[in-house]
């Protein structure tokens, strides 16, 4: 029985060829596009799940109230590991890390090169106990966690951390060696361990020996400290079973007031939360340096864009199958005369379904390669088709077959089971039934196809929209053609180095300008304070965004001085250039009213030397915010340079940069020559909104192309359905374009109900995310037409040649028709 199912459906699909065709393509996209989906939500999900014990595994954070604000760190003032260890109940383990923010540099010297291979590290570098290799369970290959951490300048790598510094030497051979820290701190090497399995953001591949951190060498400031937060210092701890992480919150907090009773000056509220393991991947108020947290609610709007997806392709398959459904009532007919049962052929028209949808998920899988490559900027990097082949993959697409199969199938199976015998070989099968032209069911879903559609459409026309509004919009500074960088640290001379190569940049014919500060205007590090002022009636506090400069900094970046005169050069603060935002707030009308008035910062007081026009120090989704520049050659670290705008990444560009380069070598030797582009840094601002619109526009050509597949066979059913009629009009004296016309408009008619319905729904959805945007573009109402319209356009497309085709035909060929 089974292998007449398998014949009659193979024959069924072999008929209809064209219509096969479009639900096996029609579902092979939306099956790719949701196996892709798949692969990017279960990679981010399967984050830190091999520590068996995960579920009481936490990371402490800290969180503030600084001038009415909520602000959030990764890390915790340094010595409150020490002190939980002694002092509170409930922990089973307390690890302390600590991540530099800083790069470090690191020498492997080999043979003939006793200063070695130099290699610079971002937060791959770890300070870690023997306490944080039993917990996250590492393997090792060379030596053991008691023994290999506990003296100063030790040293454990990781598989992969060893083949880097030492690749000719198997990791037995690497334990021994030494690697150079900052060009002068000795460190042993003392163990080797396998890298963890799994993705986990714990990347770090070189572990050094906390005890080193009481080094002079590398001793970070505050060590001891109960004052300054430092991200830096990070604190993972384990829960003793029936431990609330809530009262273990409050513990901390009791224990931080306890030693450090006496309130800052700046009236810094300070908690702590315990952060679940789980939620180290996706929680981006606490994402560390190098690791982008991933967003959980773009992750479910990706399985809502595969759910629409496989909708869609359904969709296209119940419409097509029941408009189809008059060329198999005969043979329906003649099956139930002949003795099979209703249940029979629903298996059996299940069946073909079933088939189809196979075909499709092998058509599917073949284009996952495709897809991947077309999504290469949205696939995280240790994503690749092998994934694809994986057991949990494989289960996912089974159930996908499945469900896929009993979703398209289902209805189209019971109302090709349900004629009656009689009726259908009197062909009277659809005298009073609801399987005509003018199906509800058939305009519903069409309708239903095309609000996806177009919901996607004016979606992506409205975010593209912001996205180039954000990019364009004039900031208040210029940022086209300046490069900074900050020169290594590492390297003594501090403030006099820097201004040797200052004055050594600024000599070169291709640089337009040369300023000292501590960041550029915009930047996603800031420094923060409480200024004071008294009007009179009454003191105002007011949290103040910080930049240390030199004068060249407004020439250079084209920051306008509204009113007073530049920052006073000095060693230490001597005045203040505020912005125009912070002498309103401050109740100044005009900016000259402020020049002269005191603010008192840290305790001392400092006049407003002038004041400057806006700018935004970060995104657009932030307003802008009182913001002041001071002077203090200490603080000024950033080097920030200008060329000339006229030489838009032409050969003076190139040649400037490699006389900058030569320069750098001659005042930092040894050290590597690293910059940043400002509009580049300025961009990345918004690679969220960038890629957000970019899956945006693939969903919606991949909902227009799967919604006028399934336009395209109806029209061809529709237009095989009224081959007589079409031939008995052009008989009487219709036009080739009346005809056209009347097949169109009813289809047409569709698209335009879409679009009514469609666009509050994308006028909603479009406002609700633009409301992170503290300056947004408006909700034109040109684009909700132009999307209308580009769907009405392709909606014509895909019915013209159909169309065209049918009314171009010979009456006689289509009265003859059977």
């Not at 009262?247 to 007031?257: C, I, N, R, S, W």
């Not at 340079?641 to 001659?666: C, F, N, S």
């Amino acid at each position: 029985m089974f292998s007449n199912y398998l014949k009659f459906t193979w024959r069924s699909l072999v008929k209809n060829k064209v219509l096969s065709a479009i639900n096996i393509l029609g579902l092979a996209i939306g099956i790719s596009a949701s196996l892709v989906i798949y692969l990017i939500v279960s990679y981010h999900f399967s984050y830190d799940k091999f520590e068996t014990n995960g579920d009481r595994v936490y990371r402490v954070v800290s969180d503030f109230v600084f001038a009415g604000e909520n602000h959030h760190s990764p890390g915790i003032v340094n010595p409150m590991g020490d002190a939980m260890k002694t002092e509170l109940t409930g922990l089973e383990a307390v690890i302390p890390l600590h991540v530099p923010d800083q790069d470090m540099k690191v020498a492997a010297p080999v043979a003939g090169n006793p200063k070695g291979q130099v290699f610079r590290h971002g937060n791959d570098i770890a300070f870690a106990g023997e306490d944080f290799f039993r917990l996250l369970r590492y393997q090792w290959l060379v030596g053991s966690a008691a023994g290999s951490l506990r003296l100063p300048y030790q040293v454990v790598l990781s598989e992969s951390g060893a083949r880097r510094y030492f690749p000719t030497l198997a990791p037995a051979e690497a334990v021994g060696k030494e690697l150079y820290f900052n060009d002068s701190i000795r460190m042993a090497v003392t163990g080797i361990v396998k890298d963890l399995p799994g993705n986990t953001d714990f990347t770090f591949n070189t572990f050094v020996s906390r005890a080193s951190l009481e080094t002079p060498a590398l001793r970070p400031d505050g060590l001891t400290s109960w004052t300054n937060t430092d991200p830096a210092t990070q604190l993972l701890v384990v829960l003793s079973p029936g431990t609330n992480p809530a009262g273990m919150a409050k513990q901390l907090a009791g224990l931080y007031k306890e030693h450090h009773a006496v309130k800052g000056p700046e009236d810094v509220v300070r908690g702590y939360t315990l952060e679940p393991l789980k939620d180290l991947h996706f929680n981006a108020d606490y994402a560390a340096y190098s690791i982008p947290a991933a967003s959980r609610p773009v992750l479910y709007g990706l399985l809502a864009v595969a759910s629409f997806l496989l909708i869609l392709a359904c969709i296209n398959f119940i419409n097509l199958s029941t408009a189809y459904a008059a060329q198999r009532a005969k043979e329906t007919g003649i099956r139930k005369t002949l003795g099979s049962s209703r249940s029979q052929l629903i298996a059996q028209f299940l069946g073909e379904t079933f088939l189809v949808t196979l075909m499709a998920t092998l058509l599917s899988i073949a284009l996952v390669p495709l897809v991947l490559k077309a999504f290469a900027g949205y696939i995280p990097e240790g994503l690749h088709f092998s994934a694809a082949l994986r057991p949990g993959v494989l289960l996912f697409l089974l159930l996908l077959l499945v469900v896929v199969s009993v979703a398209s199938g289902l209805y189209p199976a019971l109302v090709l089971s349900g004629y009656k015998p009689v009726l259908v070989l009197k062909n009277q099968a659809f005298a009073s039934s609801g399987m005509t032209r003018h199906s509800w069911l058939r305009k519903t879903l069409t309708v239903s196809q095309f609000i996806i559609a177009q919901c996607f459409l004016i979606g992506v026309l409205l975010v593209s929209k912001q996205l180039s509004y954000t990019l364009n919009k004039d900031l208040g500074f210029r940022k086209d053609a300046i490069v900074y960088f900050q020169p290594d640290p590492n390297i003594p001379g501090g403030p006099a180095r820097r201004a040797v190569l200052q004055d050594k940049l600024q000599r070169l014919p291709g640089i337009a300008g040369v300023s000292l500060s501590s960041q550029p205007p915009s930047s996603m590090r800031n420094q923060i304070s409480i200024l004071k002022y008294h009007n009179g009636k009454e003191e105002l506090q007011t949290r103040v965004f910080i930049r240390f400069t030199d004068t060249n900094y407004l020439r250079l970046y084209n920051i306008r001085l509204l009113a007073g005169r530049n920052v006073t050069a000095g060693d230490t603060v001597r005045d203040l250039v505020i912005n125009e935002t912070y002498a309103h707030l401050l109740g100044f009308a005009d900016a000259e009213q402020a020049l002269g008035k005191e603010l008192v910062w840290a305790g001392r007081k400092y006049p407003i030397a002038g004041v400057m026009s806006d700018f935004n120090l970060r995104s657009l989704h932030e307003p802008v915010t009182p913001t002041l520049l001071a002077a203090q050659v200490s603080q000024e670290v950033t080097l920030n340079i200008a060329l000339p705008a006229h030489e838009p990444g032409g050969k003076g560009w190139t040649a400037t940069m490699d006389q900058m380069r030569a320069v750098y070598g001659e005042v930092y030797p040894g050290s590597a020559f690293e910059y940043h582009w400002f509009d580049q840094d300025i961009a990345q601002y918004y690679d969220r909104e960038r890629k957000m619109a970019g899956l945006l526009r693939w969903a919606a050509g991949l909902t227009i192309f799967i919604s006028c597949l399934g336009l395209l066979g109806l029209v061809m059913y529709t237009t095989t359905q009224r081959t007589k009629e079409i031939g008995v009009r052009k008989v009487l004296g219709a036009t080739v374009g009346q005809i056209v016309a009347l097949i169109s408009r009813d289809f047409l008619a569709l698209v335009l109900v879409a679009f009514v319905v469609a666009a509050p729904v994308a006028w909603y959805g479009a406002n609700r995310w633009m409301e992170d945007f503290a300056y947004r573009t408006e909700m034109s109402w040109w684009v909700f037409v132009l999307g209308g319209v580009m769907m009405v356009v392709l909606a014509l497309l895909t019915l013209g040649w159909q169309t065209i085709r049918a009314a171009t035909a010979n009456p006689v060929d289509s009265l003859r028709a059977d």
